[in-house]
């Protein structure tokens, strides 16, 4: 790739990064209220995201050898425990990441 290709390539990223980050501003401006499936959507799709995600991460749990999945269900609970007593959700998932690692390269 030249260096005029490169500068190409990363003037369309940037492009596109910021079609991305302003469009929402242009389509749904403050003066105007939300079309009701754009509340929706924002109502639904973090907790979608979240159960996704967590069904990605336990896909490769074995239950049926050892450890039969404790780390997971022990980290699981402990991110369950302390988002709803912190309601903070770097703390819950960074804490639930160190305590299975703790898990995982210590105990298990």
């Not at 030249?2 to 990223?13: H, K, R, S, W």
């Not at 049926?64 to 991110?79: C, K, N, Q, R």
Request: one cysteine or more; hydrophobic letters at 60%; glycine letters at 6%.
């Amino acid at each position: 790739m030249t260096a005029f290709e490169a500068l190409i390539t990363i003037g369309v990223i940037a492009l596109g990064t910021l079609l991305t980050r302003f469009l929402p501003f242009f389509l749904f401006p403050p003066s105007r209220p939300l079309p009701k499936w754009v509340a929706y959507l924002g109502r639904v799709l973090a907790p979608a995201v979240m159960a996704m995600l967590v069904v990605y991460c336990l896909r490769q749990t074995s239950l049926l050898s050892y450890p039969f999945g404790l780390p997971e269900a022990i980290s699981l609970a402990a991110v369950a425990a302390l988002h709803l007593w912190r309601h903070n959700t770097l703390l819950s998932i960074g804490a639930g990441t160190v305590l299975y690692m703790v898990l995982v390269q210590l105990v298990f």
